[in-house]
């Protein structure tokens, strides 16, 4: 009986895919979300530093210029 | 009046929050994570699955494309930013040019990331010192973690800005020399292009490379307001160290 050549291995490039698209989304995604969080931060020492100009400056006014 | 002198800058570009500008920084973030989605909707059921030459491994090509474009492109603005800094010494131009820098940086990552992945599925490894593209792209990489490591060295505001623009600016010359790196420095693994010769292909490409755009323009605004808020947060805290609270 003839035995048919099977046939040459392929190689599998899904998991390269995978890994390409899920390392570009996943850097992406961390960046935004260090992003955020330090906006968050930055947005609450703004608050915080205002609150102290303001009781230092009860009347609005400033140490102006420097 | 100036941000660094303004006190209590109450109604600041950066304390207008999230939804400022023509298009709200939370739509155009969503909209770009969206179109990146829709980029990978169109790798799995619209192109065909192998190319010509390089087979299968050739789909890495629609998310490594977008990024090594968009790094050109935040680099350019970045250079463009910084120019103007130079002619007009406005200080927003400064922080246009810084985030683009960082934005550009983060794709140029991507890019040399999502390329040696190719390279290891392609050409069985993961870099190849002879080849010009992948090697300007390093000389890239590291020039502007150069520039973000020089604003980082600098606390004086205005020295620090007028610094980084020359040096965004001098930098800006990896631009043509990656674009044209294979033209110029000889090819060697590196495909001059990948053979997109059906329709499916030449928009996914193209549509891949909007869709990250969309989205690196949306990290490039927030970037930028958080730079603003930083650099408000350091007038305040020198207005009180000044006076004595």
């Known amino acids: 009986m003839a035995m048919e050549a099977a046939p040459a291995p392929r190689a599998d490039f899904q998991p390269h895919i995978f890994w390409a698209y899920g390392l570009a989304c996943a850097l992406l995604f961390l ?5 955020l969080a330090q ?6 020492r703004l608050e915080y530093l205002e609150e102290r100009l303001r009781k230092a400056y009860p009347g609005g006014g400033g140490p102006g210029p420097a | 009046m100036n ?6 800058p109450s109604t600041s ?4 929050g999230l939804a400022s500008g023509l298009l709200p920084l939370e739509v155009h973030a969503l909209l770009g994570w969206g179109l990146a989605i829709a980029t990978l909707g169109l790798v799995g059921y619209w192109v065909p699955s192998a190319e010509k030459v390089l087979g299968e491994s050739y789909l890495i090509f629609f998310f490594h494309f977008p990024s090594a474009i968009n790094c050109l492109n935040f680099f350019f603005f970045a250079g463009v930013a910084s120019a103007w800094h130079l002619a007009r010494r406005t200080s927003g131009s400064d922080l246009w040019a810084a985030s683009a820098v960082e934005v550009g940086v983060l794709a140029c990552t991507i890019t040399l990331v ?3 992945i190719w390279a290891k599925a392609a050409w069985g490894m993961f870099w190849d010192m002879a080849d010009p593209r992948l090697m300007t792209v390093a000389i890239m990489w590291l020039t ?3 520039y973000l490591a020089l604003r980082a060295s600098i606390d004086e505001p205005e020295k620090r800005a ?10 800006a010359v990896n631009i043509p020399l990656v674009y044209f790196s294979i033209q110029w420095f000889g090819k060697s693994h590196h ?3 990948v053979v997109m010769d059906e329709r499916s292909m030449v928009i996914t490409r193209w549509f891949g490379a909007g869709a990250f755009f969309v989205l690196y323009t949306a990290l490039w605004r927030l970037r930028r307001r958080v730079l603003a808020c930083e650099r408000e947060a350091l007038a305040l805290q020198d207005a009180l160290s000044r006076s004595g609270a």
Do not use: E, K, N
């Open chain 2, 3 to 8: 941000a660094m002198t303004d006190p209590v």
């Open chain 1, 39 to 44: 906006a968050r931060r930055t947005r609450a």
């Open chain 2, 191 to 193: 495909p001059m292009q």
């Open chain 2, 114 to 116: 999502t390329g040696s």
């Open chain 1, 31 to 35: 960046f935004m979300l260090w992003t």
């Open chain 2, 13 to 16: 570009a950066a304390r207008r």
């Open chain 2, 144 to 146: 502007y973690a150069g």
């Open chain 2, 162 to 171: 007028r610094f980084s623009a020359v040096f965004a600016v001098v930098a």
